[in-house]
């Protein structure tokens, strides 16, 4: 197994670790199974280096000392990155369904909140003024996202729609709501919350923006003469914005 696949793989696994910031409201019993979880993880990843090493030095004495030695190290550290991926799924585990606890106790849940979770009908203009929970929380389900998280992000963006509908952040957890479906290749889903945004919150700075990836995606669709529809409405109705000038190049490739 090569360098480059053991870093595919200690990726995998770092993106299933969760911070210790998002676990400090916990109790203490809590705390220290996370805390477990992490120290046998951390010792997994240092038996991992140090297999990955002694495997290289073995390579490169491959002809005196034949394959078998080689292959039986190779074997051992492909276990130890197996036991290493399931530490970070079980702490992951672990953090997802305490957060899915806390949503079913009423509180809210920066990692989750089911697909289908309720929303506001017409959040109203929004307003620079509410909680100061509604930065910290966006954070959390931003850096979840950051993540490769899509999941979690998508509840944890719907929660924050729930429970600030109104806060200057709604109309940015609203187009990431929409990203996580886009970057998911759920199209459909992706279209349908980039236009609920353009309805709830048009004189956003997002509103161009999901104007302009609704725009990308029914090209890529084969839907040109609606493409170009998205585009020109950009043009005409946010002519300064950052997405105008990528508009007009995308509706004059598309023949409009």
């Keep these: 197994m090569s360098r480059a696949a053991v870093a595919v793989l200690l990726g995998v696994a770092a993106a299933a670790c969760a911070s210790r910031a998002d676990v ?10 996370i805390r477990a979880l992490e120290e046998g993880q951390r010792l997994l990843l240092d038996r991992v280096e140090g297999s990955l090493n002694s495997l290289e030095t073995s390579s490169e004495r491959r002809d005196a000392t034949g394959r078998g030695e080689l ?12 036991q290493l991926i399931l530490h970070a799924t079980q702490n992951n585990q672990l953090l997802a369904d305490i957060y899915e606890n806390q949503r079913l106790a009423g509180a809210p849940s920066p990692m989750g909140g089911a697909t289908g979770s309720p929303r506001p009908a017409d959040p109203g203009p929004v307003s620079t003024s509410g909680s100061e929970e509604a930065p910290q929380f966006y954070g959390m389900a931003l850096d979840t996202y950051n993540q490769g998280l899509l999941e979690s992000a998508r509840g944890a963006f719907r929660d924050f729609m729930v429970q600030w509908p109104r806060h200057e952040l709604a109309p940015d957890a609203q187009y990431m709501l929409a990203r996580t479906f886009e970057d998911d290749e759920d199209l459909g889903n992706a279209l349908e919350e980039y236009r609920r945004l353009t309805e709830l919150y048009p004189n956003s700075d997002r509103a161009p923006a999901a104007l302009y990836r609704r725009g990308v995606i ?11 529809q998205l585009f020109t409405q950009i043009e005409s109705g946010y002519p300064n914005s950052l997405e105008a000038p990528a508009a007009s190049r995308e509706r004059e490739r598309l023949g409009g």
């Design 71 to 82: 292959e039986r190290r190779t074997s051992r550290l492909e276990g130890l990155i197996e």
């Design 218 to 228: 029914e090209a890529e669709r084969g839907n040109t003469a609606l493409a170009r």
């Design 24 to 33: 400090e409201e916990m109790g203490d019993a809590l705390r220290e199974d």
